[in-house]
């Protein structure tokens, strides 16, 4: 199928989204986001639910962003309390990108604690972007309730959302974490305070150096 200059039939290119080929797909995606179209917006949330392939949806959202945000937030706002993960997580990640504050009251304690890894993941990276001026230290609040949760790329999204938040935020509630009950918890707890400190540190060795502070029953760096 030619998808040159598709963005101007909106028939084609809703039927280059479907295509079964994900070349087809991505071109159509960039076709839709470089003529935006109201007509499309439905058409581009819809797709984004059920995409398989990341890079096109990587594609779909960059084609919601070319659009109005007074189209595009209300059904991504939508999406967030969609049944199926991926149209939430993607909501969120698009969400993210537009950068719109009004799109905050759509991140609640239940968005940033879905049981869907991928959808809490996009939920942090979200919260960390619409958080309004002054509500960090609340979101940084809500964020510690989830450390120990998932495998390290889960765990790493989380503590890149908590040091974007700043020390300001999140030390008392990362001071306080560290001597949670749960030994997944606190060492967690007490790598994020380690990339707070140095944030060139790497996740997997400030992992293993809290790893080694939980086993010794101590506190990283002689108590600091």
Same mark, same amino acid.
Request: net charge neutral.
């Given at each position: 199928? !030619?998808?040159? &200059?598709?963005?101007? #039939?909106? $028939?084609?290119?809703?039927?280059?989204?479907?295509?079964?080929?994900?070349?087809?797909?991505?071109?159509? %995606?960039?076709?839709?986001?470089?003529? *935006?179209? *109201?007509?499309?917006? #439905?058409?581009?949330?819809?797709?984004?639910?059920?995409?398989?392939?990341?890079?096109?949806?990587?594609?779909?959202?960059?084609? =919601?962003?070319?659009?109005?945000?007074?189209?595009?937030? +209300?059904?991504?706002? &939508?999406? $967030? &309390?969609?049944?199926?993960?991926? @149209?939430?997580?993607? %909501?969120?990640?698009?969400?993210?990108?537009?950068?719109?504050?009004?799109?905050?009251?759509?991140? !609640?304690?239940? $968005?940033?604690?879905? @049981?869907?890894?991928?959808?809490?993941?996009?939920?942090?990276?979200?919260?960390?972007?619409?958080? *309004?001026?002054?509500? /960090?230290?609340?979101?940084?609040?809500?964020?510690?309730?989830?450390?120990?949760?998932?495998?390290?790329? !889960?765990?790493?999204?989380?503590? &890149?959302?908590?040091?974007? =938040?700043?020390?300001?935020? !999140?030390? $008392?509630?990362? /001071?306080?974490?560290?001597? @949670? +009950?749960?030994?997944?918890?606190?060492?967690?707890?007490?790598?994020?305070?380690? =990339? =707070?400190?140095?944030?060139?540190?790497?996740? /997997?060795?400030?992992?293993?150096?809290?790893?080694?502070?939980?086993?010794?029953?101590?506190?990283?760096?002689?108590?600091?």
């Amino acid at each position: 199928m !030619t998808m040159t &200059r598709q963005g101007g #039939d909106p $028939v084609r290119a809703i039927r280059g989204l479907e295509d079964g080929h994900a070349s087809v797909r991505l071109r159509a %995606a960039l076709a839709v986001g470089s003529a *935006p179209d *109201p007509g499309f917006v #439905d058409k581009l949330v819809e797709r984004s639910a059920i995409e398989p392939e990341f890079f096109v949806r990587d594609m779909l959202t960059w084609a =919601l962003t070319r659009h109005p945000v007074s189209l595009t937030l +209300p059904l991504l706002v &939508r999406e $967030v &309390r969609s049944q199926r993960p991926q @149209a939430r997580s993607q %909501a969120l990640h698009t969400l993210s990108k537009i950068g719109d504050r009004r799109a905050w009251p759509a991140i !609640t304690p239940a $968005v940033l604690s879905d @049981a869907d890894d991928e959808v809490a993941r996009s939920a942090w990276r979200a919260a960390v972007v619409l958080v *309004p001026d002054g509500e /960090e230290a609340a979101l940084a609040a809500a964020l510690v309730t989830q450390l120990g949760r998932g495998d390290r790329e !889960t765990q790493l999204s989380l503590s &890149r959302a908590l040091v974007a =938040l700043g020390e300001a935020a !999140t030390a $008392v509630v990362l /001071e306080e974490a560290a001597s @949670a +009950p749960a030994p997944s918890v606190r060492t967690h707890a007490l790598a994020t305070q380690r =990339l =707070l400190r140095d944030p060139d540190t790497g996740f /997997e060795a400030a992992i293993e150096e809290a790893k080694r502070v939980v086993a010794l029953g101590g506190a990283p760096d002689g108590g600091r």
